[in-house]
């Protein structure tokens, strides 16, 4: 049996899991590439197994990521890339044509022969583009926002009455410092006035 039949029977059943996973070597050579990366970046396994991955993706030889990765094959904790500060690890479109935002860990598979016990490491690939969609979509006020002309509280969905700075804090990223300007401190605090 040849190697690569060898590595496909060994990681066969990665195959059928809904996220990206591929296994490097200590050189960052692909040894398996699963169907949801072939089907998420449009390479596929003949493609990249044997071949650098960081010639297949340039980007992977910035300093930010090769120096994290190879932390893991010399015996480093797992290392994680979060769709928050890096976006992607692996470019994969999606329909629209922007790159799947993505988590990604990576982590040193144990070996058989003690010798080359963090030859290997397993790199997961979460797809959160939808559920960052989502949180975005979430966080951001659209529409009309229904606003007392006198006292200024906002009416939600509910119909209660709520303070401007509760109602945009409760459905934003916004912090809500206060102060007073010239015009209300003259109002109310005329004996403050110079």
């Known amino acids: 049996m040849s190697d690569t039949a060898l590595v496909d029977a060994q990681f066969i059943a990665l195959d059928y899991i809904p996220m990206g996973v591929l296994v490097l070597k200590d050189d960052f050579t692909v040894v398996f590439w699963n169907r949801q990366l072939e089907e998420w970046t449009g390479v596929y396994k003949d493609a990249i197994v044997g071949k650098s991955i960081r010639d297949m993706f ?3 030889r910035e300093q930010r990521y090769s120096d994290r990765l190879g932390s893991v094959f010399l015996g480093g904790p ?5 769709s928050r500060v890096h976006g992607y690890l692996i470019p994969a479109p999606t329909r629209t044509g922007a790159n799947r935002m993505q988590n990604a860990m990576i982590t040193a598979l144990p070996s058989a ?3 080359d016990a963090n030859s290997l490491a397993l790199v997961t690939i979460e797809d959160v583009t939808e559920l960052n969609t989502k949180i975005q979509e979430n966080r951001t006020l659209k529409g009309m926002l229904p606003i007392c002309s006198h006292c200024k509280r ?5 119909g209660d009455w709520n303070q401007i700075e509760s109602y945009i804090s409760q459905r934003s990223d916004a912090v809500f410092s ?7 401190a003259l109002e109310f605090y005329p004996q403050l006035s110079v």
Do not use: Q
Request: net charge negative.
């Open 78 to 82: 797992p290392v994680v890339f979060s």
């Open 58 to 60: 340039p980007n992977l």
């Open 113 to 115: 022969d003690s010798s």
């Open 154 to 158: 906002i009416r939600d969905e509910e």
């Open 178 to 184: 206060h102060s007073i300007c010239e015009t209300c």
